[in-house]
């Protein structure tokens, strides 16, 4: 039987993991039984917005939140949705209406469902914050600017996270997670482990035969993929980069992504290897597609917990070894000597040793490569992950006739 879906996302440009993944979801449905709605929702100075992801269809402008839940009430009903699956939505009162609607499948995305500050991460001292939220919260707002420090924002991020904790997390037909990291989390701060559900992103598969092997090139590309954020940290791996020219080793850094701290990073690259360093800035996913098959090894230097980490299965598809922190999620995909080497976060000679251990040991970098690819087919292939969206869905679908 088909199953017809409703995501509900807070975007639909594609700006990081998030808009990716869903996208991916759209696309894929079709074989696997299903139909895929995609809507974004977000508040302006005027009122509030939802846009489609469809050709020469505009932006929809509402004045307040009750004609946006009428307009998705008529969408579920016009377009025979049986479950709708929300995103980056942090809106409690939106949440709320939803599930008088339809069965509401939650995808745990960040840590936005358990931490104000939707990162679990002290960015003033670049710690990772592992104490359950509560009231201390708003001392670290203004301590170690973990959160929006503006009142009104950071009462309203705290209530957003006690009305997911206390209230909708008893009303969600599922969650699903993607990391061991992420539910660990969420027990702490009371979840039901029976409503976690665990599926790890997927990557779609590339054919063997445009993979590139990338051992002769004489300049290695090292590749990094995402926003441009101190919380990624591209700066250690700026500084890996710049241990590794130090060295000798004749390596390039591909930046492909653009982000709040793009021109501090930039302040970072000694003159003398600035030709070294390519800000590549956003591309569209062919061009993504063509830098990770020419890389050699991808960077992975976030020093916040990731809640996955979706770059990495992507090269790991196109038989790339990965170098990352590791932290949050990361170690789900990241496996050490065994896909590539987890690092300890932000120490980047050790990310530099690791680089030139795989530059020089070519064996061991096969070996890498191979298992790699091998990992990302076996766990993280669209079969098995659509598989079992779709057979969550069908259950919950079937509780709700």
Request: with cysteine; glycine share 4%; net charge positive.
């Amino acid at each position: 039987m088909n199953i017809n879906v409703l995501h509900i996302n807070d975007n639909i440009e594609n700006k990081g993991g998030v808009e990716t993944n869903i996208k991916q979801l759209c696309d894929l449905a079709p074989s696997f039984n299903m139909k895929m709605y995609w809507t974004a929702i977000f508040k302006n100075d005027i009122g509030y917005s939802i846009e489609i992801p469809r050709k020469n269809k505009p932006i929809i402008f509402f004045k307040n939140l009750n004609k946006c839940i009428e307009y998705f009430k008529n969408f579920c009903d016009d377009y025979s949705v049986n479950i709708i699956h929300l995103h980056s939505i942090s809106n409690p009162r939106l949440i709320d209406a939803l599930f008088d609607l339809r069965p509401v499948v939650r995808s745990m995305r960040d840590p936005r469902m358990f931490c104000p500050g939707h990162g679990k991460f002290f960015r003033k001292s670049e710690r990772i914050c592992d104490i359950p939220y509560g009231l201390h919260c708003f001392y670290h707002s203004y301590k170690e600017s973990c959160c929006n420090r503006h009142p009104k924002r950071l009462i309203k991020s705290y209530i957003n996270v006690v009305y997911e904790t206390k209230i909708a997390s008893k009303k969600y037909a599922a969650i699903i997670v993607m990391s061991d990291y992420m539910i660990d989390e969420a027990l702490k701060v009371g979840y039901n482990k029976k409503n976690l559900i665990y599926n790890p992103h997927l990557t779609p598969t590339v054919s063997k035969q445009f993979l590139i092997d990338s051992t002769n090139d004489k300049v290695k590309s090292l590749v990094y993929v995402g926003r441009l954020s101190i919380t990624k940290g591209v700066h250690y791996a700026i500084k890996c980069v710049t241990t590794l020219l130090d060295q000798g080793y004749k390596v390039q850094f591909d930046i492909v992504g653009s982000g709040e701290d793009e021109s501090y990073f930039k302040s970072l690259i000694p003159e003398k290897y600035s030709h070294h360093f390519i800000f590549h800035g956003w591309q569209h996913r062919n061009a993504v597609d063509l830098i990770l098959l020419k890389a050699y090894v991808l960077l992975f230097p976030s020093i916040y917990p990731e809640a996955f980490g979706i770059s990495g299965i992507e090269a790991m598809m196109r038989a790339k070894p990965v170098v990352g922190f590791n932290v949050g999620g990361v170690s789900t995909w990241l496996k050490d000597q065994q896909t590539g080497f987890l690092v300890n976060q932000k120490n980047y000679k050790e990310m530099a040793e690791r680089v030139a251990t795989l530059i020089d040991n070519n064996k061991l970098y096969k070996f890498l490569s191979s298992n790699s690819r091998k990992l990302a087919l076996d766990k993280f292939s669209e079969k098995n992950h659509m598989t079992k969206l779709y057979e969550l869905y069908w259950k919950i679908h079937s509780r709700s006739i």
